[in-house]
Nanobody
Framework: EVQLEESGGGPVHTGGSLRLSCTVSGLTLDNWAIGWFRQVPGMEREAVSCISTSGGKTYYSDSAKGRFTIFAASDRNAVELQMNNLQPGDTAVYFC???????????????????WGQGTQVTVSS
């Protein structure tokens, strides 16, 4: 059974940083993609970033480029998202998701990802 667990969320002030972690069990990261999404109540789930763990190719939304970095911690079967210069608009529940590498062509479509974690809250206050 594939399971994903997010950690590292919490409150932070504007301009601060957080590192989210997605620990994966039930599969090894080779030949899979891990994505990060976020959702605000009443809004659609939004793609943030993803990584192809085989080869390390990364993808970012326009809002994440230059501020967020995704990387694999293969020794822990995990993927992390380093978020810098956080802004109030980044406040959301952040989810990680897993899919086979073919998802990369449509990585920003939440419906293309079959496996999801429960989410971790990130709250950025001024």
């Amino acid at each position: 059974e594939v399971q994903l667990e997010e950690s590292g969320g919490g409150p932070v002030h504007t301009g601060g940083s957080l590192r989210l972690s997605c620990t994966v069990s039930g599969l090894t990261l080779d030949n899979w993609a891990i994505g990060w999404f976020r959702q605000v109540p009443g809004m659609e789930r939004e793609a943030v970033s993803c990584i192809s763990t085989s080869g390390g190719k990364t993808y970012y939304s326009d809002s994440a480029k230059g501020r967020f970095t995704i990387f694999a911690a293969s020794d822990r079967n995990a993927v992390e998202l380093q978020m810098n210069n956080l802004q109030p608009g980044d406040t959301a529940v952040y989810f990680c998701a897993a899919a086979q590498r073919s998802v990369l062509y449509i990585w920003d479509v939440p419906g293309a990802w079959p496996y999801w974690g429960q989410g971790t809250q990130v709250t950025v206050s001024s």
